[in-house]
Every structure is written in structure tokens, then in C-alpha cells.
């Protein structure tokens, strides 16, 4: 069963403008959450994270909000850039680090 | 910065033949695992390592086997390759805190055929 489901696979944002992607989980026992970002042919980078005591983490472009009573986390990146095209994993670790990824948003930034 | 290398970027093999993906890191992470990303699957996590010889079995270990012999190398084995395997395999580490970021490799795209 997913525990990190992010169901939107793709999203299509003009350059400059906002981009929000999303993610809903289910194990109330998860209280630290993760974005990654990937490149096609390269491993996935870490991005922001954010921790379950507080509800938006901000690092220059990048913010991530955090409903704990919704259990859904977003990602908000302003202003969206080409180089922001990628797919975006949000994950969440548990005790044993085990990690639990979402199956990824391709988010595509048109100039 | 922490570097995880994966030794292959693309490997072809035949069904059957046994497979060995290798993965080192410089950090002197506690932490090594393997997932695998398939298209509207996500990553899946094959097998992790918290210390040297130590291994746990993931999501979905079955027709794999790991080695960790040495705390900067973690081995994926396919003991007998099948085309369901054909896959994009990722190494990662991390440190001991649950919570630490997982730092990747740039991931070896295996196909089976």
C-alpha cells in the first residue's frame, strides 16, 4: 500500500510563474518529509525538507507547507525557472531508515 | 560534498546471467541502500545496510542479494537475471539519523534481455 502518494504525474507551468506540487500521506507516524529533485539519467538530489513541528520551511525559490491534520505537504517554487524541469519525489523516513517515496511529478517549465 | 559512484551508468545483459552492480561512497556513511525507479512506480527499496557484513531486506528483495563487506561498498547481486529486472537501479547512503537526507548515485539503467 502507498503511504506517500502524489497524484498528480506531470504539471505544465509557464516560466515565472508559480509551480505547486503535491502530496498526501497516510502514516499519521511519519513527522519528517523530504522533496527531491531528478535530472533524467542522474540520481535524485535532495531539495528541502521539513520537519513535522512546524508547517513551512522557505529556501529561496523553494517553500514547502505542511497540513499535518490533512496529511498533505506541498511544494511551491517561485518564480518557476526552465532549469526547474525535472520530476519531484516528496519522501518520508521512518525509524530503520526506511524511507517511503511517492511515484514523482514530471513538472515541465515552459519558456 | 558527498560523492556516491555507482560503477555503471548502462549495463545490457542476458537472462539468466548473474549481475553485480557496485556502489562506494566517501563519506564514511553508516547508512548504503538500493532502490530501483520504474515509471509510475516511484522507488522501491530493494535492500539497505546500517553497518558493515549488517543487511535488511526492503519493499521488494526478492531475486536479489546485496554484499557489504566494506563500509564504503555495498554490492546489489541478481543472481539469475530476468527481464523484469530491466530497471534503473539507484545506490544511495546516508547517516545514522533516521532522518538524514539520502545522497544518490547518478543511478546504472540495467536491461535484461
Known amino acids: 500500500d502507498q503511504q506517500v502518494k502524489q497524484n498528480s504525474p506531470s504539471l505544465s507551468v509557464q516560466e515565472g510563474r508559480i509551480s505547486i506540487l503535491n502530496c498526501d500521506y497516510t502514516?499519521?507516524?511519519?513527522?519528517?518529509f523530504l522533496w527531491y529533485k531528478k535530472y533524467p539519467a542522474e540520481g535524485p538530489t535532495f531539495l528541502i525538507s521539513?520537519?513535522?513541528?512546524?508547517d513551512k520551511n522557505e529556501d529561496g525559490r523553494f517553500t514547502v507547507f505542511l497540513n499535518k491534520s490533512a496529511k498533505h505537504l506541498s511544494l511551491h517554487i517561485v518564480p518557476s525557472q526552465p532549469g526547474d524541469s525535472a520530476v519531484y519525489f516528496c519522501a518520508a523516513p521512518l525509524t530503520g531508515n526506511q524511507f517511503y517515496f511517492g511515484t514523482g511529478t514530471s513538472l515541465t517549465v515552459i519558456p | 560534498d558527498v560523492k556516491v559512484t555507482q560503477s555503471s551508468r548502462y549495463l545490457v545483459k542476458r537472462t539468466g546471467e548473474k549481475v553485480f552492480l557496485e556502489c562506494v561512497q566517501d563519506?564514511?556513511?553508516?547508512?548504503m541502500f538500493w532502490y530501483r525507479q520504474d515509471p509510475g512506480l516511484g522507488l522501491r527499496l530493494i535492500y539497505f545496510?546500517?553497518?558493515?557484513?549488517?543487511?535488511e531486506k526492503g519493499d521488494i528483495p526478492e531475486g536479489y542479494s546485496v554484499s557489504r563487506e566494506k563500509k564504503e561498498r555495498f554490492s546489489l547481486i541478481l543472481e539469475s537475471a530476468s527481464t523484469n529486472q530491466t530497471s534503473m537501479y539507484l545506490c544511495?547512503?546516508?547517516?545514522?539519523?533516521?532522518?538524514?537526507?539520502?545522497?544518490f548515485g547518478n543511478g546504472t539503467r540495467l536491461t535484461v534481455t
Open positions: 502514516n499519521s507516524m511519519f513527522d519528517y
Open positions: 521539513i520537519s513535522s513541528i512546524k
Open positions: 563519506m564514511d556513511h553508516e547508512n
Open positions: 545496510s546500517y553497518d558493515v557484513k549488517m543487511k
Open positions: 544511495a547512503s546516508s547517516l545514522i539519523p533516521y532522518n538524514s537526507p539520502l545522497h
